[in-house]
């Protein structure tokens, strides 16, 4: 009995970690996206900050 009660537990736990690894891989893919389809405009715009402040 006390088996059966530790590998529901690890079971669980086991769940829970996918769980947060998906969130993680769902964030970390947002956050990529977001610099791939924004890179060029703040690359533009620290370009435009560099040339105000070099004249």
Same mark, same amino acid.
């Given at each position: 009995?006390?088996? /059966?009660?530790?590998?529901? $537990?690890?079971?669980?736990?086991? +769940?829970?970690?996918?769980?947060?690894?998906? &969130?993680? #891989?769902?964030?970390?893919? /947002?956050?990529?996206?977001? $610099?791939?389809?924004?890179?060029? +405009?703040?690359?533009?715009?620290?370009?435009? &900050?560099? #040339?105000?402040?070099?004249?």
């Amino acid at each position: 009995m006390k088996n /059966a009660l530790s590998r529901i $537990i690890r079971t669980e736990d086991g +769940q829970g970690l996918v769980e947060y690894g998906l &969130i993680i #891989t769902g964030i970390a893919l /947002a956050a990529i996206a977001a $610099i791939w389809l924004l890179g060029p +405009q703040i690359g533009q715009m620290f370009t435009d &900050i560099g #040339t105000q402040l070099a004249a």
